[in-house]
C-alpha cells in the first residue's frame, strides 16, 4: 500500500531520468532533420537534431524543448516543425561557426 502511495504521490525514491525513445528522419532543403523523443514517465519532450554533411564532416545542432506531449507521434511531429522553424529562421548562420556539434 505504502508503495502505490509512493507512486502516486511520486516518492517512489527513483529518480525517472528521461530515457531517448528511436529516431525518426526527414529530408529538409540539405538538411536531415531527426525527431528524438525523451520519454520522461508517460509523456515525451521535444527533442531533435539538425544535420548537414559538408564534405567529410557531419555537423549536427541539436535542440531540447520544455514542450511535453501525451503522444509519441505528436512529439515526433512538433521535433519536425520546431526543427523546420529553426532552419528557416537561422538560415546559412545555422552552421556557420564551423561547429561539429553544439545546442541551438
Given at each position: 500500500m505504502a508503495s502505490f502511495l509512493s507512486r502516486l504521490f511520486g516518492r517512489s525514491g527513483k529518480t525517472d531520468a528521461p530515457t531517448v525513445t528511436p529516431e525518426e528522419k526527414e529530408i529538409y532543403k540539405d538538411l536531415v532533420l531527426v525527431a528524438t523523443?525523451?520519454?520522461?514517465g508517460s509523456?515525451?519532450?521535444l527533442a531533435g537534431r539538425i544535420e548537414k554533411q559538408?564534405?567529410?564532416v557531419l555537423l549536427v545542432r541539436t535542440f531540447i524543448r520544455a514542450d511535453l506531449f501525451t503522444s509519441r507521434d505528436d512529439t515526433v511531429a512538433a521535433a519536425f516543425r520546431k526543427a523546420?522553424?529553426?532552419a528557416d529562421q537561422?538560415?546559412?548562420s545555422l552552421f556557420a561557426d564551423g561547429a561539429q556539434s553544439r545546442s541551438v
Open positions: 523523443p525523451m520519454a520522461e509523456q515525451f519532450r559538408e564534405g567529410d523546420r522553424q529553426i537561422s538560415g546559412t
